[in-house]
C-alpha cells in the first residue's frame, strides 16, 4: 500500500471533482441498519443522515457535517455476504458498465439514478470481486480524507494479480505499477500519476469463504485502541495490529461479519 492514500490531502480538506478510476465513496449493505449505525458510529464518531433511498433504506456517515461513507439495508429475503463496496468513478456510468460487460465482468445493479447525488451502478469483475461504479450530479463522494474515521485506501485480493488488473485498467485506463518483491504478487494502480488503489494476489491463501473481494481500510489516531473497541463492539480481530511501511495496520470484522482493515499512517515528515 503506498503512502499516498487519500483522494486529497491530509488533515481533513475537501476534494474537488474525482478523476475517472479514483475510489470516490464507499458502501456497506447489512441486515442491521440501527444496529450497524451503532457499532460504527462508536468505532468512528460516525453521525447519519437519511437517503437517497433508490437501493431501499440508506443512510449517509458524516464526521463533521462532510459524508464519509454509505451503509444500507439488505432487504429480509437477500442471504448476500455483508460487505463494505468501493464506487469508483466515473465521467459516464453507462458506458464504463458496458465495458464491464464487454471486458467479461458482470453488471448486477443498474445503471440508476440516485435522486439527484448521481448515478451509479454496481458490478463485478470476471473474478466475482464486486465494486461501484458513481457518477458525480449533486454528490460527489467521499467529503473528508486523512482523519480518524475516514477510508484512507482500497485494495482487491484476488487470486492473482495481472488478469484482475488487465481488466481494471481496460475499464477505467490505470496504469499500472508492479511491486518489486520475491514473494508478493502485487500491483499498484495509478491514475494522473498518483497511486489510488491496489491489486493483490493471494493464491490459495484467499479466504474460501469470501472469494475475490476488496478490502476498504480506514484511518484511525490509535490502531491498537481501535482494535479493541472493536472487539469490545462485538466484532471480530481477523489479523492483529502490526507494523507495516505504511503504518500500523489491522484486519477486522463487525458484528455481521463485513471485514475491513484499520490503519494508523506513519507521521508526516
Not at 20 to 42: D, I, K, N, R
Amino acid at each position: 500500500m503506498p503512502e499516498a492514500r487519500g483522494p486529497v490531502g491530509l488533515n481533513g480538506e475537501a476534494h474537488t471533482r474525482y478523476a475517472p478510476g479514483t475510489p470516490c465513496w464507499v458502501s456497506l449493505m447489512a441486515h442491521g441498519l440501527t444496529a450497524t449505525q451503532e457499532f460504527y458510529g462508536e468505532l468512528f464518531g460516525w453521525e447519519f443522515q437519511p437517503g437517497p433511498h433508490q437501493l431501499g433504506p440508506y443512510v449517509r456517515a458524516l464526521l463533521d457535517g462532510r459524508e464519509v461513507a454509505g451503509i444500507g439495508q439488505l432487504p429480509p429475503d437477500r442471504h448476500l455476504p455483508v460487505a463494505w463496496t468501493p464506487y469508483l468513478a466515473s465521467d459516464d456510468v453507462d458506458t464504463t458498465a458496458e465495458t464491464v460487460r464487454l471486458s467479461g465482468g458482470t453488471i448486477g445493479v443498474g445503471p440508476l439514478d440516485a435522486a439527484d447525488a448521481g448515478r451509479l451502478a454496481i458490478g463485478s469483475d470476471p473474478a466475482g470481486a464486486v465494486f461501484g461504479i458513481w457518477q458525480a450530479a449533486a454528490r460527489l463522494g467521499t467529503d473528508i480524507a486523512g482523519v480518524h474515521g475516514t477510508p484512507a485506501w482500497n485494495e482487491l485480493l484476488t487470486f492473482e494479480s495481472a488478469s484482475a488488473a488487465k481488466f481494471y485498467e481496460t475499464v477505467f485506463g490505470y496504469r499500472r505499477e508492479t511491486v518489486a518483491s520475491d514473494d508478493l504478487d502485487h500491483v499498484v494502480l495509478h491514475v494522473a500519476g498518483r497511486p489510488v488503489a491496489g491489486v493483490r494476489g493471494l493464491g490459495t491463501a484467499l479466504p474460501r469463504d469470501r472469494g475475490p473481494h476488496w478490502m476498504t481500510y480506514f484511518e484511525v489516531g490509535d490502531a491498537d485502541e481501535a482494535v479493541a473497541r472493536v472487539r469490545g463492539l462485538g466484532g471480530q480481530v481477523l489479523a492483529p495490529a502490526h507494523d507495516s511501511a505504511h503504518g500500523r495496520v489491522a484486519t477486522v470484522a463487525d458484528p455481521e461479519g463485513a471485514r475491513f482493515s484499520l490503519i494508523q499512517g506513519l507521521p508526516e515528515a
